[in-house]
């Protein structure tokens, strides 16, 4: 299976087990330069530990490369949830909504076709996180406490309970401002008019019910 591009690793996996396995290889080596008696059990312990430890660090890190989406919306979306949440239904609906509400609210008519965003999200993948975003990007970037991230045709957003609750159509609107309409990043959102159509967008969700689930809304 091919990496996925915009999949991430935790800075907290990298430091943890990869922290591991490099004091482990790092003692092995100081080990093994140190004089002293070697027997059976100590040749045994100086080359299983590291090896063990770097092979944990590999399962770890690879399995986040490579794991399987948990389902593909009816879009062509690879999603992973989280606990099940968002369901296939919701999101289903979420990325319709998008396409279906988007073209009509945009300044410029025509420059963005709901044929344009079904062609975008196909092959699109969405990464729901339980909680905020700290990762460490295999390109060399690494970014704290974040409540969405967007690197091409893969978002990441930290799940808050519901759809619209989270960051996923402001991350969505990063996705098709760069790639739709090529446009550069706008890391300041200094696009306000652009910012504020996909606020529009994600308050019209929130009327939706098949986007909202289960949600329950508690009024005080």
């Known amino acids: 299976m091919v990496v996925k591009p915009g999949k991430y690793i935790p800075w907290t996996d990298i430091v943890l087990y990869g922290g591991l396995a490099v004091v482990s290889v ?18 045994v312990a100086l080359i299983a530990v590291p090896v063990a430890f770097v092979a944990l660090a590999l399962i770890v890190i690879l399995g986040k490369l490579f794991s399987r989406p948990d389902y593909h919306t009816k879009q062509g979306v690879a999603v992973w949830s989280v606990n099940g949440r968002p369901n296939k239904h919701q999101m289903d609906a979420a990325f319709e909504l ?32 339980d909680k905020p975003l700290t990762v460490f990007s295999r390109y060399g970037w690494a970014v704290k406490d974040k409540a969405g991230l967007q690197q091409g045709k893969a978002i990441m957003v930290h799940w808050q309970g519901s759809i619209t609750d989270s960051a996923f159509y402001h991350e969505m609107g990063h996705m098709i401002r760069q790639e739709v309409l090529c446009k550069p990043i706008d ?34």
């Open 26 to 43: 790092g003692a092995a080596v100081w080990a093994g330069l140190t004089p002293q008696e070697w027997n059976v059990g100590k040749i």
């Open 98 to 129: 998008l396409i279906d509400t988007l073209p009509g609210l945009y300044k410029d008519p025509g420059a963005i076709t709901s044929l344009m965003l079904e062609h975008l999200v196909k092959g699109v993948k969405v990464e729901w996180r």
């Open 187 to 220: 890391y300041k959102h200094e696009d306000t008019d652009w910012w504020t159509m996909m606020a529009a967008i994600n308050n019209h969700a929130r009327k939706d019910e098949r986007i909202q689930g289960d949600k329950v809304v508690i009024m005080l």
